[in-house]
């Protein structure tokens, strides 16, 4: 049997470990890469067989498009068709930072990259050590996020090992991601702008430069049988601890009521800072009812932990989905697989 190459630990804290994962990269390798929302699963976005790499190293369908990142803003319009206005300036408002934009794709861009579609989705991370390797490689890299398919996305290093170790040339460990959750992805591929996924960028922000703003539906709502998606990624069981996840909306009383009377073996609940100690089961908090950001920052880290402790059925408080708090609910109502319970 072939023996599994170990993966090496690179500190992001070393200028010539950064140079290290920008030559593994230039050599077709697969390198997990801090960036500011979660780590990535980094390749070169020209090689189609380096990032088909990516693929088989994460259990990835294969119809579920990649992220192109780059680390300067005119390295963007070789892998697009063209830039209409409209998406200038969100680029400059909004990058570097947590947004991914959409459009039609230009001939360099490997069909492994865009699975099939006509577009590709680009970004431009706010994230030092990102742009560093990415400037390393000297190419732009597809990076999706670095973790098994499926399972929480990793805002550490260690997250990234627990994943994917003995699967990737490297990670490179550059601390915790500020933002916890993945980018804002936003269509113009299309005459009315669509949000097809929530992140760091709020709805709200985005229509300050393009004005009306489609929501996908798949953000807040489970894809009838058959449906047809304009982001694949959505139509998959995604962020899901092992754990059977439900969430719960009502206020911290009735949530209390309902959580405290199923005490039993493996049942635990992921609670807002402070509520454990009314809760009569194992807690995990996920951050404060009214800190979003905190919450998006954590929420991963959470899931994980809940898996860790062997949590069989977790009864999650369900996030305010407005502002940053849309891409927590978006997030979590995936790893519930859309089970919810409404308390009166
Ligand atoms: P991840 O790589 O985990 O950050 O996921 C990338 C997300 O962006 C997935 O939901 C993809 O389906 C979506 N995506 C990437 N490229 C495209 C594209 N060209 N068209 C539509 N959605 C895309
Ligand atoms: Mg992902």
Known sequence: MEQQSKTLRLSADRAEEIQTAGNLLKNGG??????????????NALDGRAVAAIFAAKGRPMDNPLIVHISQLDQWAALVSEIPPRAMELANRFWPGPLTIILPK??????????????????FPSHPV??????????PLAAPSANLSGSPSPTEAQHVLADLDGRIDAVLDGGPCRVGVESTVVTLAQEVPRLLRPGGITPEQLSQVLGRVEVDPAVMNPLAAGEKVLSPGMKY???SPKANVILVKGNLSAYLEYVNSRVEEGVFALCYDGEQEALRVPAVAYGAKQDAAGQARHLFDALRKLDQMDAR???????????VGLAVYNRLIRAAGFEVVELG
Do not use: M, N
């Not at 990102?130 to 190419?139: L, S």
């Open 106 to 123: 230009s001939p360099l861009i490997p069909d492994e990259v865009s699975a099939g579609q006509a577009t590709v989705a680009v970004r």
């Open 237 to 239: 069981k995604h962020y």
């Open 130 to 139: 990102a742009r560093a390797v990415i400037d390393a490689a000297g190419v």
């Open 30 to 43: 697969l390198v997990a890469i801090p960036t500011e929302t979660v780590y990535g699963l980094a390749a």
């Open 313 to 323: 059925v977790v009864y999650a408080r369900s996030p305010q989905p407005k502002g």
